[in-house]
């Protein structure tokens, strides 16, 4: 599966509310930073984050207009 199609997929477990595929598409010592700052390391600490924020919050639709590839890293605006 492709880079991008892995994170269409992510987006839409937010839509979802289903992140049970989570650890088949994040690595172990993923590094996770958001646009505004706060940055998680580690699977563990990614899936704690989701589940706080899938709690208070629903994503009724996630758009994404662009995503850039370098490397081992992906940027999603």
């Not at 010592?29 to 989701?50: F, H, K, N």
Request: hydrophobic letters at 40%.
């Amino acid at each position: 599966m492709n880079k991008k199609t892995i994170i269409a997929e992510y987006f839409q477990m937010w839509v979802k509310k289903d992140f049970k595929q989570l650890p088949e598409i994040f690595s172990s010592d993923i590094c996770y930073t958001e646009c505004y700052g706060p940055r998680y390391v580690g699977l563990s600490e990614v899936q704690a984050w989701i589940r706080h924020k899938s709690a208070e919050q629903t994503v009724l639709e996630w758009r994404i207009d662009n995503i850039t590839l370098a490397g081992d890293q992906s940027f999603v605006k």
